[in-house]
């Protein structure tokens, strides 16, 4: 079964309390689930399209595996604090 990935493209409309609310809480929920950050921020060299402040990938065992980290209850509890002060893309999508 190929792994599964959450991709993350955000742009921020509260830093403060997406921070506060969701960016301090949820790398340990994502482990939690059996996820690995591989990108979290940094320089992006090259896009089309609107750019983000925010860029993420974390690599789990499947995409079953992201799907139920989503729909887990720690992770429901913090949801808001992303939608609530970013917009953007999260996506899951098999490796290869």
């Given amino acids: 079964?190929?792994?599964?990935?959450?991709?993350?493209?955000?742009?921020?409309?509260?830093?403060?309390?997406?921070?506060g609310?969701?960016?301090t809480?949820?790398?340990?929920?994502?482990e939690e689930?059996?996820?690995?950050?591989?990108?979290?921020g940094g320089r992006v060299g090259y896009r089309e399209?609107?750019?983000a402040d925010i860029e993420v990938v974390v690599e789990f065992p499947d995409s079953e595996a992201a799907q139920r980290c989503l729909?887990?209850?720690?992770?429901r509890a913090i949801k808001a604090?992303?939608?609530?002060?970013s917009s953007g893309r999260l996506v899951i999508v098999d490796g290869v």
């Fill in 1 to 19: 079964m190929p792994k599964g990935y959450l991709v993350g493209h955000f742009t921020l409309t509260d830093k403060a309390r997406f921070m």
């Fill in 33 to 40: 689930c059996g996820g690995k950050i591989l990108v979290r």
């Fill in 81 to 85: 604090g992303r939608t609530d002060n």
């Fill in 21 to 23: 609310e969701y960016g």
């Fill in 25 to 30: 809480k949820v790398v340990a929920i994502l």
């Fill in 71 to 75: 729909q887990s209850e720690p992770y």
């Fill in 49 to 51: 399209g609107e750019s």
